[in-house]
């Protein structure tokens, strides 16, 4: 049972934007600031990335837990009301996110995917700046093809 009524439900949810987010502009900041040049959903690429860095041969997505449905994580929790719905919707979006990664690494691009959990929660502007510098270490010196950065925890895959 949901603790909202339908209307308020609607109204939540209709608020939540899916460009500029706060994560996104953390990020963005953070790497501006660093000297990086990027740009911003650029609708040339596929599944239009948060972030691309074309001389680095790299995209960065910046997804939010709940809406790419992320697996272990505290910040998603699947929706009690409307379960059919929810159960497609995470599963197109799921299937989404994997077809435009696998058209990156096909295309022999750099991808890195930060989840929303690396940035919230307490000591969050540490967070922040230890998300920032795995990235810029990662565009700079590491050789690794794909970056998943998510809570605590770093994981490369090749």
């Known amino acids: 049972m949901d ?3 339908a209307e308020n439900r609607h109204k939540n949810m209709s608020h939540i934007r899916s460009k500029d987010t706060k994560p996104e502009k953390q990020i963005r900041s ?3 600031k660093a000297g990086f040049r990027f740009r911003i959903y650029d609708r040339r690429y596929p ?3 948060n972030l691309i860095l074309p001389r680095y041969y ?7 837990c709940f809406w790419h449905a992320h697996s272990n994580c505290p910040y998603f929790v699947f929706p009690k009301s409307n379960k059919d719905f929810w159960q497609k919707k995470f599963k197109r979006n799921t299937e989404r996110d994997q077809k435009v990664l696998d ?11 930060v989840w929303e959990c690396a940035l919230r929660g307490k000591n969050s502007k540490q967070k922040k700046e230890s998300v920032t510098e795995k990235i ?10 794909f970056l998943e950065i998510r809570g ?4 490369s895959l090749q």
């Open 3 to 5: 603790i909202l009524s």
């Open 58 to 64: 790299a995209v960065i997505f910046i997804n939010g």
């Open 136 to 145: 810029i270490h990662w565009l700079d010196y590491g050789e690794e093809d």
């Open 30 to 32: 953070a790497l501006f």
């Open 103 to 113: 058209y990156y690494r096909n295309q022999c691009w750099r991808i890195c995917v």
């Open 47 to 49: 599944g239009k990335p």
């Open 152 to 155: 605590n925890k770093l994981r």
